[in-house]
Structure formats: structure tokens, C-alpha cells
């Protein structure tokens, strides 16, 4: 389930002490005027952060966060810029090219499952500038963070593997798609970064760009592509 910061000091959750600590994590990381994103502190604010810890010990990791994106969804239709972050424990010694691996089994995951709910429609091809990943009748935008990235600091957000999750429209309200806020931003993250932007990046329609790009960034600029693999 996802939580919100007070009902977890509120309830006595199970995994609740463990996840208030990698709230704390991330929060310490992400809340703060040196992390590259100029809107990333606004939800803390506005109380539209909802967060969830999946153990190492579930079987079926992807099954469990595509559940808990289900379930942001549904939270999306009463708080459209709500944001959902998940926190994935994984054993042993994890590589980038492992949590690579386990961003792309996790879109393939929320693909299938759309497949299944919308039989009978047809959904751009991963390939296309207008493909988005949806789930629940919600177009979302994923960001895979994760420890093991070390020059892309900004895609490090605590000691877990992390899926951050949020409305694809969400970008374009509050100005959060606008050229000065994306311009801003990437400044930012030549300070903060110790590799280049990534190539990746882009606005969503551009001809040039696309969403299963940018997903997942490596330490360099190659381009990783999530749905690799898999049909739309």
C-alpha cells in the first residue's frame, strides 16, 4: 500500500519503521535547493507524495509495483499531480545492468497488464513520440533511481532501487514543461551531475524524443530503452 508521510508516524504500519527511514532517505536527498529538479520540493509541501517499500522477499517483484501503481492511479484521479514512490528491495549485490533489467521487466509488467484491461484498443508503438505508459486510464511517467548509479547523482535517490511515479499531464501544469523550467533544470544538472545530460532528454511530442528513453539513464549516454523486447 502507498502511504503518505503522516499516517505513517500516524499508524503503526507493518514496515513502517523501515520505510519512514527510506523517506527519510529520500527525502534528505531530493527535498532540498541543491537537487537539480526545481519542483522537487513542492510535493513535500502540498502533501502529494505517496510512498511504498516492496521486500526482497516478494516472489514477484513486478507484479507488486505495478499494484502499487494501480493503486497511485486510483489516487491520481482525486489529486491529478500526486506522485507515487515505491522503494524496491533487492538481494545480494545488484549492478546497474540488474536494476536496468528490473525497470524494464517492471514496464513490461504495467504494458501486459494494460493489454489486458483494454483488450480492444490500440496503443502507440514504444517507438512513436506520443507512446506513454498507462495504467488505470493514466499516462505515467516513470523515473528509476537507484544507488548503483554513481555519476548520474541525480538518479540516486537513497539506498534502494527507486520507482518514482507521476502523471505524464502533470508535466504540463504549474509550468513544469515550460522551456525556462526544462532549461533551468539542465543547469542544474551539469552542476550537480558528474556526466553530461543525457541525450535522452527531451519534451514529450517532439518528434525527436521519446518517453521509453528516458525512463531509465545510465551513468554515460548511451540510450536505454524500457520497452525493449516488448509489444505495445
Not at 517507438?127 to 505515467?140: F, I, N, P, Q
Not at 511515479?165 to 544538472?189: C, H, N, T, V, Y
Amino acid at each position: 500500500m502507498l502511504h503518505r508521510i503522516d499516517e505513517l508516524h500516524r499508524a503503526n504500519e507493518p514496515g513502517g519503521s523501515q520505510l519512514l527511514q527510506l523517506v527519510g532517505e529520500f527525502s534528505g536527498v531530493v527535498n532540498t535547493h541543491e537537487f537539480p529538479c526545481v519542483f522537487s520540493m513542492l510535493p513535500f509541501s502540498t502533501s502529494e507524495l505517496f510512498f511504498g517499500a516492496i521486500p526482497g522477499s516478494d516472489g514477484d517483484v513486478e507484479s507488486a509495483v505495478v499494484a502499487s501503481l494501480r493503486e497511485l492511479t486510483g489516487i491520481i484521479q482525486d489529486l491529478p499531480d500526486a506522485i507515487g514512490v515505491v522503494f524496491v528491495d533487492q538481494p545480494g549485490e545488484p549492478s546497474l545492468e540488474d536494476d536496468l533489467a528490473l525497470a524494464r521487466s517492471i514496464v513490461r509488467a504495467v504494458m501486459r497488464q494494460n493489454a489486458l484491461d483494454h483488450p480492444d484498443r490500440v496503443f502507440p508503438d514504444p517507438k512513436d513520440s506520443d507512446w506513454e505508459l498507462w495504467l488505470g486510464g493514466v499516462g505515467l511517467f516513470l523515473n528509476f533511481s537507484s544507488p548503483r548509479h554513481k555519476a548520474r547523482r541525480s538518479r540516486n535517490v537513497g539506498s534502494r532501487f527507486t520507482v518514482i511515479a507521476q502523471a505524464r499531464e502533470s508535466f504540463d501544469r504549474q509550468g513544469r514543461a515550460a522551456p525556462r523550467a526544462r532549461e533551468s533544470i539542465r543547469k542544474r544538472l551539469a552542476g550537480y551531475d558528474d556526466v553530461e545530460a543525457h541525450p535522452a532528454l527531451g519534451s514529450y511530442g517532439d518528434p525527436d524524443s521519446r518517453e521509453a528513453l528516458q525512463f531509465f539513464l545510465g551513468d554515460g549516454t548511451e540510450a536505454m530503452d524500457v520497452t525493449e523486447g516488448e509489444q505495445s
